[in-house]
C-alpha cells in the first residue's frame, strides 16, 4: 500500500490544479484519472466548442464581406468535415505535451485508474489494482451531461457534448434540447455552418440565469442565423421514423429532425467513486454537498469542480482545486480552512455576439439592495466607434453600481469580444474600485473598452470624460 499525504480522484480541470497547489505546499500528492487528463474541457467542452464558435464567426464574416467593402466570396461551399477536424487538432495543440511527466516533474504520482474508495482514508485503483491510502482527499470527478426522460428519447437516439465533437457530416436539421450556453454556442455553430437549428426552450427565454436585455440581444443574432427558438415547450415523446426522429409536443405538433443534441444541464460524476464506503452523504439529485470551505461532511475530504459546485467553469473549477488543497494541507499542519470566495466570477457564453456577465444583474441587485439604491448605467455598442469600424454595432456594456459611492457591484457585456472586456470590471470589483475609477483611467482610441469606460462615465455621478458621450442612464 502506497501512502500520500493528499489524494486526489479525476484529472480534468479541478483535480490538475488541487494537486499541482498541494504539491507546492510541501505535500506529498497522488492523482488519479480513469479516462483522459484533461476532462471535459480540454475534449468535449471548451476547447472544441470554441474552435468551432471561432471558425463560425470567421464563416460568417467571410459571408458577409461586402459589408466591409470586399467581393461577395464565391469559393466553395463549406467543408464541414475539414471545419470539425480543425477543432480536434485544436485539441492536441492546447493539450501538448505529457500531462502525466508534468505532474512527475511537479513531484506528483499519476495513477491512470478508476479510484474507488475501500474505507475512508483508501482507495483501489481500478477493480483489482494496488490500494492508496492518503491522509487527505479531493474529489474532482467532474459531470456529465443530463438526459431528460423524455420517453422514445434514448431509443430515437441523441447527441450530447461528448459525441458532437465526432460528427463528420452535418446532420440537414438539428433540434437542441435546453437553452442554456451550450445549447446557444452549438446551436449556432451549427446553424452557420447550413444545418436548420431548432432550440427547445423548457422556460420563456435562452440564457435564463442572465440578464433578460443582455440574453435578448444573442436570441436576436440566433434568428438572423435563422435558428428557431421555441420558448415553454414541452417534448412529450420522441419516436423513430425511418432515418427521421420524430419530437411529439405537448399541446400538439411536431418537429422531425435528423438529430437531436441534447444540452440540458449535467448531473454529477458521484457513482463511480463508492463514495458509501468514504462515508460521505449526497444531496438532491445526486450532487455532493459541501460547506463553505468545500469541505464533505467527511472532514478530511474536499470537494472541487463540477461534482458539487454551482459555479460550472472552468476559471472557477479551477479556483476550488487551490482552494480544496490549500485546506488539505491546512488540515495537516492543523491550520484552519479558508473559505472559497464566489464574489467575482465572471461568466461568458461565447456565442457571436458574446455575453459576459459578473456580480448582479440589475434585477438581482433591485431585489437585493433596493431600487433607489443602486444605479445601472449603459452604453451602447452602436455608439462605440471601435464597434461601428469592426461591423459590430449589436450589443451594450452595462455597469450596476451602489448609489452611495459608485462601488461596482455587477456588470453585463453583450458584443464582439465581451468576454475579454468583463475582465477590467472584475479587476475593479476585486480591488475595491468604483465606477469613477475605471472612468477617470485612459482607454485607447478606437477600441472596445472604452465601451466600459463609457459605462462607467455614466454610473459615476458626474460627467468625468471629455471624450466619451455619457451614457444612458437607467
Ligand atoms: C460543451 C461545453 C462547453 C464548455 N465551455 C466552457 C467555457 O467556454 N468556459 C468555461 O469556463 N467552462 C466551460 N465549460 C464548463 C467546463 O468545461 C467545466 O466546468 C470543467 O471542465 C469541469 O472540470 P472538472 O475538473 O470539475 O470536471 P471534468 O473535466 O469532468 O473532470 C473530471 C475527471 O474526473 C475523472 N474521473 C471521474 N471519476 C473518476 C474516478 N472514480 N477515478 C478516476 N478518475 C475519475 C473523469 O474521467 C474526468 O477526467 C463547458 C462545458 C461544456 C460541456
Ligand atoms: N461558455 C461557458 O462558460 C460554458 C459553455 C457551455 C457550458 N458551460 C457550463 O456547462 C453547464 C451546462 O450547460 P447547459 O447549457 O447544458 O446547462 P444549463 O443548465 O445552463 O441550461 C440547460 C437548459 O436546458 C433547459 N432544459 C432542461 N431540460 C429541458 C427539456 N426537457 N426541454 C427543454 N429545455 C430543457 C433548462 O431549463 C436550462 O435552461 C453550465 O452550467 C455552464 O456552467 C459553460
Given at each position: 500500500m502506497q501512502m500520500f499525504d493528499v489524494g486526489v480522484i479525476g484529472a480534468g480541470s479541478a483535480g490538475p490544479k488541487a494537486a499541482r497547489t498541494a504539491a507546492r505546499m510541501g505535500a506529498s500528492v497522488v492523482i488519479f484519472e480513469e479516462s483522459r487528463i484533461g476532462g471535459e474541457c480540454?475534449?468535449?467542452?471548451?476547447?472544441?466548442?470554441?474552435?468551432?464558435?471561432?471558425?463560425?464567426?470567421?464563416?460568417?464574416?467571410?459571408?458577409?464581406?461586402?459589408?466591409?467593402?470586399?467581393?461577395?466570396?464565391?469559393?466553395?461551399?463549406?467543408?464541414?468535415?475539414?471545419?470539425?477536424?480543425?477543432?480536434?487538432?485544436?485539441?492536441?495543440?492546447v493539450g501538448a505535451g505529457d500531462a502525466t511527466e508534468s505532474f512527475t516533474r511537479a513531484g506528483i504520482v499519476t495513477v491512470c485508474e478508476r479510484a474507488s474508495f475501500v474505507d475512508p482514508n483508501t482507495v483501489i485503483a481500478g477493480a483489482h489494482g494496488e490500494?492508496?491510502?492518503?491522509?487527505?482527499w479531493i474529489l474532482c470527478t467532474g459531470s456529465r451531461p443530463s438526459i431528460p426522460n423524455i420517453p422514445g428519447l434514448e431509443?430515437?437516439?441523441?447527441?450530447?457534448?461528448?459525441?458532437?465533437?465526432?460528427?463528420?457530416?452535418?446532420?440537414?436539421?438539428?433540434?437542441?434540447?435546453?437553452?442554456?450556453?451550450?445549447?446557444?454556442?452549438?446551436?449556432?455553430?451549427?446553424?452557420?455552418?447550413?444545418?436548420?437549428?431548432?432550440?427547445?426552450?423548457?422556460?420563456?427565454?435562452?440564457?435564463?440565469?442572465?440578464?433578460?436585455?443582455?440574453?435578448?440581444?444573442?436570441?436576436?443574432?440566433?434568428?438572423?442565423?435563422?435558428?428557431?427558438?421555441?420558448?415553454?415547450t414541452t417534448i412529450e415523446r420522441v419516436e423513430r421514423r425511418g432515418g427521421e426522429k420524430v419530437l411529439h409536443l405537448r399541446g400538439g405538433g411536431e418537429i422531425v429532425c435528423d438529430a437531436i443534441l441534447v444540452a440540458a444541464g449535467r448531473r454529477s460524476n458521484t457513482e463511480g467513486v463508492?463514495?458509501?464506503?468514504?462515508?460521505?452523504?449526497?444531496?438532491?439529485?445526486?450532487?455532493?454537498?459541501?460547506?463553505?470551505?468545500?469541505r464533505t461532511n467527511?472532514?478530511?475530504?474536499?470537494?472541487?469542480?463540477?461534482?458539487?459546485?454551482?459555479?460550472?467553469?472552468?476559471?472557477?473549477?479551477?479556483?476550488?482545486?487551490?482552494?480544496?488543497?490549500?485546506?488539505?494541507?491546512?488540515?495537516?499542519r492543523g491550520e484552519p480552512p479558508i473559505k472559497a470566495d464566489y464574489h467575482v466570477v465572471p461568466r461568458v457564453t461565447y456565442t457571436d455576439p458574446e455575453l459576459a456577465s459578473v456580480g448582479l444583474t440589475p434585477a438581482m441587485a433591485r431585489q437585493t439592495h433596493g431600487a433607489e439604491m443602486i444605479d445601472v448605467s449603459r452604453f451602447p455598442f452602436d455608439a462605440l466607434d471601435r464597434a461601428i469600424i469592426d461591423g459590430a454595432t449589436e450589443g451594450f456594456a452595462q455597469i450596476v453600481s451602489r448609489?452611495?459611492?459608485?462601488?461596482?457591484?455587477?456588470?453585463?457585456?453583450?458584443?464582439?469580444?465581451?468576454?475579454?472586456?468583463?475582465?477590467?470590471?472584475?479587476?475593479?470589483?476585486r480591488s475595491g474600485l468604483c465606477a469613477?475609477?475605471?472612468?477617470?483611467?485612459?482607454?485607447?482610441?478606437?477600441?472596445?473598452?472604452?465601451?466600459?469606460e463609457a459605462a462607467a462615465d455614466g454610473a459615476a455621478h458626474a460627467p468625468l470624460s471629455p471624450n466619451i458621450p455619457r451614457a444612458m442612464t437607467d
Open positions: 480540454l475534449y468535449t467542452g471548451c476547447v472544441p466548442s470554441k474552435a468551432l464558435l471561432h471558425s463560425a464567426t470567421l464563416w460568417n464574416r467571410i459571408l458577409r464581406a461586402p459589408e466591409f467593402g470586399l467581393p461577395q466570396y464565391e469559393g466553395a461551399a463549406l467543408d464541414f468535415g475539414a471545419v470539425m477536424a480543425h477543432a480536434r487538432r485544436t485539441i492536441e495543440r490500494r492508496y491510502q492518503a491522509k487527505q431509443d430515437a437516439g441523441c447527441d450530447t457534448n461528448r459525441t458532437v465533437f465526432g460528427w463528420t457530416d452535418l446532420p440537414r436539421r438539428i433540434v437542441v434540447i435546453g437553452g442554456g450556453p451550450i445549447g446557444c454556442e452549438l446551436g449556432q455553430v451549427f446553424a452557420r455552418f447550413g444545418a436548420q437549428v431548432t432550440i427547445i426552450l423548457s422556460g420563456s427565454r435562452i440564457l435564463e440565469r442572465d440578464d433578460a436585455d443582455a440574453a435578448c440581444v444573442v436570441s436576436e443574432m440566433l434568428a438572423k442565423d435563422r435558428i428557431e427558438l421555441r420558448p415553454k463508492n463514495l458509501e464506503a468514504a462515508g460521505v452523504r449526497l444531496a438532491e439529485h445526486g450532487r455532493l454537498k459541501t460547506d463553505g470551505a468545500l467527511v472532514p478530511h475530504i474536499w470537494a472541487a469542480g463540477d461534482v458539487a459546485t454551482e459555479y460550472k467553469f472552468t476559471h472557477a473549477v479551477s479556483y476550488e482545486g487551490a482552494v480544496t488543497a490549500t485546506n488539505a494541507v491546512n488540515a495537516l448609489h452611495e459611492d459608485g462601488a461596482i457591484i455587477g456588470a453585463q457585456i453583450v458584443g464582439e469580444h465581451a468576454g475579454s472586456l468583463i475582465s477590467e470590471i472584475c479587476l475593479a470589483m469613477a475609477d475605471i472612468a477617470l483611467t485612459m482607454h485607447a482610441y478606437p477600441t472596445l473598452p472604452e465601451a466600459v
